[in-house]
Structure formats: C-alpha cells, structure tokens
C-alpha cells in the first residue's frame, strides 16, 4: 500500500529555531513536493526535487529550503522561524509512471506553531 | 498564470442532499483537472480526475466532466452521506507534474 510518511503530526517552535520536516515515501517515487495549506488559500507549493540532490523553487519559497539526500527522503527547512510560518506542511509524492502520471500521494501532514 | 477558483464555503447539507461545488480554470494549453479530498487528520486523496476536454471522472459516487467551453470542472453528487464531510480542493496540472489548487470548499453533512 502507497504510504507517504511525516515526521510529526503538530509542533511548536520559537521565533528564530531552525525547524526540520522530514517525509518519507516507500513507493520509490522519483518527485517529492513541500506544500504549506493556510485557510482560504488552499494548497501552495514551497519547493519541490525531481531526483536525488535536484530541487526547483515553488511558488512561495521565500524563508525556505530543501534537502533531498536519498530518493525516498525529502526534508523542508526554516532556517529560522518566524509567526508567519505557522501553518500546516503537507508533503507529496508522484511516480513518473504514465499509468500514475500525475496523481500526487500526500502525507498527513505536520501542523507548525511559531511562538 | 495558471490558476484554479473554487465556490466559497463552508457548504452545509443534510444527508441525501445533492451536492453541487463549483470549480473554474484559467490555464494555457490543455490542462489535467483534479479534484482531492481531505477527511478530517489526514492528508489530500485523489477522489478523481479527466486529462482531456468533455472527459467525466467518477469515483465514490461523485463525478465531475470537464468542461473547456465554460473552463469548468464542477463536483457533483446524487445524495451525500455523513461520511463525505470533508475539504474538497479542485486543482489543475500546470506540467512538470506540479499542481495549482484551488483554496478549499468545507463540506458538512447533517445526518
């Protein structure tokens, strides 16, 4: 069964920590993707890596950045966190398989509260 | 750019109701259309899609046909159940495997 995993469900951090969200896959999917969900905003994208070591900014990267070491492994890092950050992170996957071409396979989620 | 504008919710209705949410597109060429759900604590699931114009997607009762003439791709089903209380988010393929989401309708269903 497809599984995308996230490392923490809810955390609460300070203004100014550096923060780790990590995701993990077991569906050897080549694409990753870092979503931030806000109320009335929907879904947007933070970055997202096609391979190992390959990343491309989204559309809201600003105060972000990623890592992507091993090809099930796709980590989201605030560098230093601020208020604005808070939200919930949703982190995807997708096969480059034409038969799943472009269903994207989500994790639960992480719900982040800067203090 | 690309980009996706659902009906604004919360959406309320009562068990066996039909269910209509609205969606529209702006988008250049061709798009796949979208649309996921997401029960409460968990994260988004494909509920269905069309890759091509006047294509119907299905699946758990709900359908939706994607429509280029009006650039919509509207969900409906027949009679909803408690069970579809959730967030419904149409999105669209903007190539390269990356979506544009459209923010979210909350639907509840009142038994």
């Known amino acids: 069964d497809v599984k995308v995993t996230q490392s923490s469900r809810y955390l609460v951090k300070r203004t100014g920590e550096k923060v780790f969200l990590e995701c993990v896959q077991d569906m050897d999917h080549e694409n990753m993707f870092w979503y931030r969900q806000d109320p009335g905003l929907g879904l947007r994208l933070i970055y997202f890596s096609y391979d190992v070591k390959m990343k491309e900014k989204g559309d809201i990267p600003e105060g972000y950045s990623v890592s992507r070491e091993k090809k099930e492994r796709f980590s989201l890092i605030l560098e230093s966190a601020s208020t604005n950050q808070t939200s919930m992170y949703l982190c995807a996957s997708v096969s480059t398989e034409t038969s799943l071409w472009n269903e994207q396979f989500f994790g639960p989620g992480t719900r982040l509260t800067v203090l | 750019g690309n980009s996706v504008t659902q009906m604004e919710g919360p959406v309320t209705l009562s068990e066996e109701a039909f269910l209509t949410i609205n969606c529209t597109y702006t988008?250049?060429?061709?798009?796949?259309l979208f649309w996921y759900v997401q029960y409460p604590g968990e994260g988004l699931q494909l509920l269905l899609k069309?890759?091509?114009?006047?294509d119907k997607g299905s699946n758990k009762g709900f359908e939706a046909t994607y429509r280029k003439e009006t650039t919509s791709f509207h969900l409906e089903k027949g009679s909803v159940q408690v069970s579809d209380s959730a967030v419904y988010f149409c999105?669209?393929?903007?190539?390269?495997?990356?979506?544009?989401f459209g923010q979210g309708t909350r639907l509840t269903i009142n038994p």
């Open positions: 999105a669209l393929n903007q190539g390269a495997q990356k979506l544009v």
């Open positions: 069309a890759t091509k114009a006047d």
């Open positions: 988008a250049t060429g061709y798009p796949s």
